[in-house]
């Protein structure tokens, strides 16, 4: 017993210092300028969707002498929310080669050039009396975010130990939440919500790219990139030393150059071997119903869903405050959760749950004029679906599920190549 507690206290204090300054300000900064602007920009269209449709007429006014009639209003709307995530998806597709040549940190570097852009292009739409600039603007910023939401949880998988790698990851999901309450306090009437400030919601997204750009580079690359893609031992030790905080990182160098000699698979090849083939499908199925379950609907048209539901339109903004702090509290609580009663149950109660609430909105929606009650039980069920998302679908992964996760984004992205 005498021998074994010293080695348990040399543990503990190994563990203890297996990180530094350096790793919580590269993992900060790296969620701020790029999963918190996701968040963000999934709802700052919703606050001001009033103003922005009077703009749209104004501008199709000046230039063909009338207003938009309401079938094209409405589709020029629906352009404007969705295009956002066309531009995601193109930015996760050429995620790929841009990690590939030029790291991961300097990815994410570059990737502040479509924020910048796309914030220009919207924040003076309104000065230029262009519509087009916010529908290409928001196509730009969804670009940035495949590209920010497919770099970022490689870099910091390969800069962090794996002792707090889980711990790590909820960085990201935990600044998407606050990019989405950000969006909804800037959008108050008293601050940018209003006919005359609305463009400054979009000005705002130049900052936390200005605050990556100035903190990134002065932090090291990622050390799996350079020694492994560089051949650059010598950095890749310094980058090691810099992020965990210690002078032997033997090990960890030993733990990266022995991926050398592991054999990829193409994806095709991936798809065609049977022995992995309900564990693909598994995979599809479950990301593709996380994707496609209708939680994104809720943030686009949260004020259009309040307002049918009955509630004023000067109510709605503060109302509509509620949806992401449920959203916060339901994430954090979703850790407990999980531990207790599994991922499998969490998975098939929460999207259960989100069907139940969906129908019972669509059908209060419907019949909201037939009862005076009908219009709070409406606000009950968004709330309830985006609490079922985050505590089930959306609860957090542990450590093990976190580690496998960011494993198989850094093979997807090596194989592509091979």
């Not at 007429?57 to 230039?63: L, Q």
């Not at 502040?112 to 730009?140: D, H, K, P, T």
Request: glycine letters at 8%; a neutral charge.
């Amino acid at each position: 017993m005498a021998t074994v507690v010293p080695l348990i206290q040399r543990t503990s204090r190994r563990e203890k210092t297996d990180w530094s300054g350096s790793l919580i300000i590269a993992s900060l900064a790296g969620a701020f300028g790029s999963s918190f602007l996701y968040g963000y920009n999934l709802s700052v269209v919703n606050a001001p969707t009033v103003y922005i449709k009077r703009f749209y007429n104004e501008s199709w006014d000046r230039r063909y002498g009338h207003v938009i009639d309401g079938g094209t209003l409405t589709l020029l709307w629906s352009i404007t929310v969705s295009i956002f995530s066309i531009g995601g998806l193109v930015g996760a597709i050429i995620t790929t080669p841009i990690v590939k040549f030029f790291g991961r940190k300097h990815t994410l570097l570059i990737n502040n050039v479509f924020a910048v852009v796309a914030a220009l292009l919207m924040a003076l739409c309104q000065l230029a009396g262009s519509f087009e600039m916010l529908l290409l603007g928001r196509i730009v910023m969804g670009i940035h975010a495949g590209v920010s939401l497919s770099a970022l949880p490689i870099y910091l998988s390969e800069i962090s130990p794996k002792e707090i790698r889980g711990s790590l990851g909820q960085v990201t999901a935990i600044f998407i939440c606050i990019g989405v309450f950000t969006a909804q306090v800037l959008g108050l009437p008293e601050i940018f919500g209003n006919e005359f400030r609305w463009p400054y919601l979009f000005g705002v997204i130049v900052v936390p790219s200005l605050i990556q750009v100035g903190i990134l580079p002065f932090l090291p690359e990622s050390p799996h990139y350079l020694l492994l893609e560089k051949n650059d031992k010598s950095g890749a030790e310094k980058a090691f030393r810099t992020f965990l905080g210690k002078d032997d990182v033997s090990h960890e160098l030993e733990e990266s150059d022995a991926q050398r000699n592991v054999k990829l698979e193409s994806v095709l090849q991936l798809l065609r071997n049977p022995s992995v083939r309900w564990q693909i499908i598994t995979v599809v199925i479950t990301m593709a119903c996380y994707q496609l379950c209708g939680l994104n609907a809720i943030w686009y048209y949260t004020n259009s869903i309040f307002s049918e539901a009955g509630i004023t339109h000067q109510l709605i903004p503060y109302v509509t405050l509620s949806t992401s702090t449920v959203e916060i509290l339901s994430a954090v609580s979703s850790g407990l959760a999980v531990e207790r009663l599994g991922r499998r149950p969490l998975l098939i109660g929460g999207f259960g749950l989100m069907v139940i609430f969906f129908t019972i909105l669509t059908v209060s929606l419907t019949l909201q004029n037939h009862a005076y009650w009908l219009p709070y039980l409406s606000i009950f069920c968004i709330l309830a679906v985006i609490a079922s998302f985050c505590i089930g679908p959306g609860a957090k992964l542990d450590q093990r599920q976190f580690n496998y996760m960011l494993s198989t984004c850094r093979i997807m992205v090596e194989c592509a190549f091979d």
